[in-house]
């Protein structure tokens, strides 16, 4: 086996990047004192160390050379920092936004876990101690194949990296979060947040003590996360097996790491199954459904199964083709409960809702018509520990005979005949209307508004002056809804065929300009151009909203009008003579909370108000934007003078006195 010593490959190798953030975290402080240090102490004994690299404008320092530097000078909040470096740092060759360079990273930390250490050996020395720990290729072998023709060497790197995160399970976990934060394009396939990762876990462990479950199955759409935390929730009573999937390679591998024992052949004994659609970024609603009646199929007569996934494809409204596919799963007698979920649980798809499905033995033997599902609906609601808690009862207890859910109280849910649930075209789980505001409510909304007055006295402008009771509350509708009764249309957007330019003419609005509504203004065509090339388009108006529907929703108010909308983007008009209630700006702040994909927008839900309120509500929203504008100005401006302070002050260009020191005589 070909080695070189610790020293020797540390000459040799390229020192670790750290950008100016992992500066910032390494040191555990914020970005500005990273960069006031640089500033403050770009010269001298103990000068902070000077670029390596760039890229896109944003420099690039050499990991080692901060954390020792940290360490040397007392500076920033991190005893360790040199122990931690290589946990935020990476070799220049090394791109976390790479998923074929990550896997490879990964089957390198498990080799290492094997081998304790890497560091120095050659390619071909990793490849055949890869074929000896995995020899059917089915996590590491493959992966440490593609690395060895790379041409580069991480194996230093994968040893340090273990180091800063104290085992190689905590070194998977740092590679996992980094890859995940260069994904924000995951979309509805993206991480899950807390709250719904904890109501998974919270499902399984219940589901798998009521069965006596001898296996657990981690199938489509699941993370390494969440089979890392139900293997170990579980203990060694269930055996865990891994189907194909996306991640199949990398669960394998973190399972494998974290000393978890993979069973391939598992008994007949009941199973729980644990899946998530959708299962990769891309998939629609039919792709959706057709993993979950996979998931159907591939159940035994006494397993259970646990599906998280898209509310658009497991409960709203769907075209014919794919409403099909779920009324199946419907009649087969597995879908024993159905879970509408709050928003915010997708981290890179905040505004999609969520929904769960829990599947039972199958009630074949029941006639449809005395078949019935249990149904929640928590979309209002946190997941808190206690409301988990609740609902997770509430599941179990739906996956009895139907003597015993009809003896059970409730908390969330209701049960609910299959036979009706069928006989509709709508939601599985039907929006609950708005009900009607209590007087005590209404005086705890006035007297939070108060407080909130009291808070920004100085900021909110005076001629704003709410007065309690005496409104009208008019209850949210669904967008589909309000333009079939007249109060709102839906305008397509050009697909342009000119390019978009700096200069003047007509401003262009993209689907991506609504990210960044700051940046509107800055493409233009020429107006003749564009009649010529687009003689049936239509411009905005004044009031128009511009919404997009992926990958997620947003949308932006159009005050001044007589914009181009480039498709996908499209615009929204409420109606003048009878806008039903809608204001536009809060129509666009409703948008960004929605679930987006395609027909998304259908199935919105928008606040409307009082026809007396319109008037008044946009003449204050409108002066408290104006009102944002001058502290967002006025916070720019400071920004600067900081920034321009701080300089000068480095540079000994000005010098700063204690306002009670005696003044002295400039040298």
């Known amino acids: 086996m070909t080695t070189t010593t610790a020293a020797e490959h540390a000459e ?14 390494l040191a555990g402080v914020r970005r500005p004192v990273a960069s006031m240090w640089r500033t403050r102490f770009a010269s001298g004994g103990d000068a902070f160390p000077a670029p390596i690299a760039s890229v896109s404008g944003s420099p690039l320092f050499d990991a080692g050379e901060v954390a020792e530097w940290l360490a040397r000078t007392g500076h920033g909040n991190n005893l360790d920092a040199v122990a931690d470096a290589a946990a935020l740092a990476a070799p220049d060759d090394l791109d976390w936004s790479d998923a074929e360079m990550v896997a490879e990273l990964d089957a390198l930390v498990c080799l290492s876990a094997h081998l304790d250490g890497i560091t120095g050996l050659s390619a071909d020395d990793l490849v055949r101690a890869a074929g000896d720990v995995d020899g059917p290729d089915a996590f590491l072998a493959r992966e440490i194949r593609a690395y060895s023709v790379r041409g580069v060497d991480w194996t230093g790197f994968t040893d340090q990296l273990i180091d800063a995160a104290y085992s190689p399970t905590g070194a998977l976990e740092r590679s996992r979060a980094r890859h995940a934060a260069t994904t924000a394009g995951d979309g509805s396939a993206g991480a899950l947040a807390d709250g719904a990762f904890d109501l998974v876990l919270d499902v399984a462990q219940a589901l798998a003590a009521r069965l006596s479950a001898s296996e657990v199955v981690v199938d489509r759409g699941i993370d390494e996360r969440i089979a890392l935390r ?33 069973d391939e052949h598992a008994d007949a004994g009941a199973a729980l199954r644990v899946a998530r659609v959708p299962a990769a970024p891309r998939d629609d609603v039919e792709q959706m459904l057709a993993d979950a009646e996979d998931v159907v199929l591939s159940l035994r007569d006494d397993d259970v199964a646990v599906i998280i996934g898209a509310a658009r494809a497991l409960i709203d409204v769907l075209p014919a083709r794919a409403r099909t596919v779920r009324d199946d799963i419907l009649r087969s007698g597995r879908l024993r409960a159905v879970v509408r979920l709050p928003r915010r649980l997708v981290t890179a798809a ?39 808690a609740d609902l997770v009862s509430d599941v179990v207890a739906g996956m009895g005979s139907a003597a015993d859910v009809r003896a059970r109280t409730f908390r969330f849910a209701r049960l609910v005949r299959t036979a009706s649930i069928l006989a509709r075209s709508g939601e599985l789980v039907a929006p609950r209307a708005a009900a009607a505001i209590s007087p005590a409510r209404a005086a705890t909304l006035a007297a939070h508004l108060d407080a909130a007055a009291r808070d920004a006295q100085h900021d909110v402008p005076a001629s704003i002056a709410p007065v309690p009771g005496g409104g009208e509350m008019v209850p949210a509708a669904a967008l589909a809804d309000l333009i079939a009764d007249g109060y709102a249309r839906v305008v397509a957007g050009t697909r342009l065929t000119l390019d978009a330019a700096d200069g003047a003419g007509l401003v262009v609005v993209t689907a991506g300009d609504l990210d960044a509504p700051e940046q509107i203004a800055r493409r233009r065509v020429d107006p003749m151009a564009f009649a010529q090339r687009h003689p049936s388009a239509q411009l905005t108006r004044p009031g128009d909203v511009i919404f997009r529907t ?13 914009k181009v909308v480039a498709y996908p983007a499209r615009v929204l008009r409420i109606t003048t003579a009878d806008p039903g209630g809608l204001v536009p700006e809060l129509v666009a702040a409703d ?16 606040r409307r108000v009082a026809p007396a309120a319109i008037a008044p509500l946009r003449r204050a929203l409108a002066e408290l934007a104006a009102a944002r504008a001058g502290l967002t100005g006025r916070i720019a401006r400071l920004d600067h003078y900081i920034d321009t302070l701080t300089s000068a002050v480095a540079a000994g260009a000005v010098t700063l006195t204690e306002p009670d020191a005696p003044a002295s005589t400039p040298k």
């Not at 579980?234 to 978890?260: M, N, Y």
């Not at 928590?378 to 409301?387: N, R």
């Not at 992926?550 to 007589?562: I, K, L, Q």
């Open 550 to 562: 992926g990958p997620t929703a947003a949308a932006w108010v159009d005050h001044d009008g007589s």
């Open 591 to 606: 948008i960004a909370t929605q679930a987006g994909g395609p027909g998304a927008w259908k199935r919105w839900m928008l």
């Open 350 to 388: 905040v505004g999609e809702p969520l929904a769960l499905w829990v599947l039972g033995p199958p009630t074949g033997e029941v006639a449809l018509g005395e078949r019935f599902t249990a149904i929640a609906d928590v979309i209002d609601g946190e997941l808190t520990a206690a409301t988990r």
């Open 12 to 25: 040799r190798r390229a020192p670790l990047r750290l950008s100016l953030s992992g500066v910032a975290e």
């Open 230 to 262: 139900i293997a170990a929730a579980l203990g060694d009573g269930s055996a865990v097996t891994v189907t194909p999937a996306r991640r199949e390679r990398s669960i394998r591998r973190h399972l494998h790491v974290a000393g978890v024992w993979l």
